[in-house]
């Protein structure tokens, strides 16, 4: 890997990372008052005034952009109302939970959604593949917090065998991850179908066969090795979408990541904590997709690091 | 794979029975919306606490008034729900159309007009990729409140990507080609030649698009008003209906059921449709 190639992703990276906070810095301030947005209605004026004061917004505008990217570069959001610490540290203090929440879910997308999307390419056009494909049309139209509230009703309220909401032990993770997992397992099985069945009918699957290779050498070795490059890429959007997911299935859960923790900033006008965790939510963004930027060449070395 | 192969792809029956069901699931949902006071004869804002948590139709307590029950403001969730479809559909329906000109007309400065347009719109998409339509909403609810209008921004504002993105790539590979380079040679203007050569070869390819984003956008209008940064209670909306569902599982499971029941058949029937759309009108999308 060429060091101009890293420089330029890295740049990218940052670039995109800039341009979130940017964007962020501006459409505070295009709101009109940010200290307005963040204090109660029956604040007094001197105390709006002091805030105003303590937050620099009594600068004009591009003194008040270089320290907040000063700020930004140092990791300083300010701090949060509700917490009274550092904004940064308080997302941070989630962000485990988060993570793990996704990861649980890649893995049950990945359990699931393999095998079916396999079989439903290797049992091309049988009910086994039409039952495949409809139950992933039925997986993508449905919204997590239904399906979640769904789990919630079956496993908790009637049947008694796991938790409802919280985070305390692995049993609090199962129906989130389940949940937020079965969304994506639903594209996974389809993406993973469509490429099984292009690489099946490429030249040097036929050549293996008619070489005498035996069934399950072709199927691993060359088709599914083929098939995997192109759901890999789409596994990393996907894992992105998943962190995005997070927010709507941890609300549903009332699990303590970083996702349920922005609802609630918005929900107490606790805007340095919300700016704070924006900005770890698209740091994580970017950073899975450099992961598979440095991924995809090693999987099909036909792709030259030095695009 | 040869045509002669497969001589009938993308063709077949129009109406098979599942285009059959959900054309008749779309057309009820529009009507709905429409003019949902024909349908019901409930209020579906006000309830009387008296007749809360009545169940449905069948169920001990249930009646014929309540044919899905009520919720715990004694509200008609079946009223609801039918008047629910409006937020739904309208904020779907004008996203789809705002976040399709704006992504298309991006995409044809982008791709038409070289270098440094296309650097610019190309560098706004990579930074939208930094920053998911859940935290631009809550970003942008932070910022001008919950509401309708915010849904709609949050939608608008991410939604534009793909149809930029698809425009740009078209119009590169269209622009060398022959009838694009007679329209130049005869002195057609830029505008000109991409309204009258260039968009109408795109439109097929769109409508595919539009009709998987339009789905994609009821579920996330619907995520919103879960989230409470969407239509605003007491308004009904299958979203903040769940929301409050989540409160009383325990006594009442119809209020967390049917409102769910209602998105997936929306959005299930309109992803079938664009399935065919997608067979119809631009094979080429199929197996994405």
Redesign the interface.
Known sequence: MSPRYILRKLG?AL???W??ST??FA??R??GDPVA?MVADTAGADEVQALRRAYGFDRSIPAQYLVFLQHVSRGDFGESLRFNLPALSVALGRLSATLILAVSAMGVAVLIGFPAGILAAVRRNTLLDRMAMMSA??G???????SG??A??LFA?WWHVLP?SGGETWRHLVLPACTLGWFSAAKVSRILR?AT??VL?ADYVRTARAKGVPQSQVFLKHVLRNALISVTAMLTLEF??L??GA??TE??FSYPGMGRL??Q???T?D?PL?QAI?FV??FL??LT?LLVDWLYPWLDPRISRDR | MTPAEFPHAGRGRLWTPGILTASVVLLVVSVWAIAPHLITGANPVRGRLMENFRPLLGFPGGSISHPLGTDGLGRDVFARIVYGARPSLLVGCISVILAGLLGVIAGMLAGYFGRSWDLILMGIADIQLGFPFLLMAITLAAIIGPGLHTAILALVLTGWVPYARLTRAELLSMREQQFVQAAQATGGSPLHIMVRHILPNLIPTLIVVATFSFAQMIILESALSFLGLGMQPPQPSWGSMLSDARNYLTTAWWTGVFPGVAIVATVLSVNVIGERLREVLDPRLRGL
């Open positions: 990218q670039f995109i990372v341009g979130v964007i962020v459409a505070v295009l709101s947005l049309l039925l993508q139209s449905t919204p997590t917090f239904w509230l769904l919630i009703l309220v409802a469509s069945l292009e009918s992105q979408l962190l995005g927010i709507i609300t549903v922005v609802i900033a918005v929900g006008r805007y919300v924006v939510f698209s963004l970017v997709s």
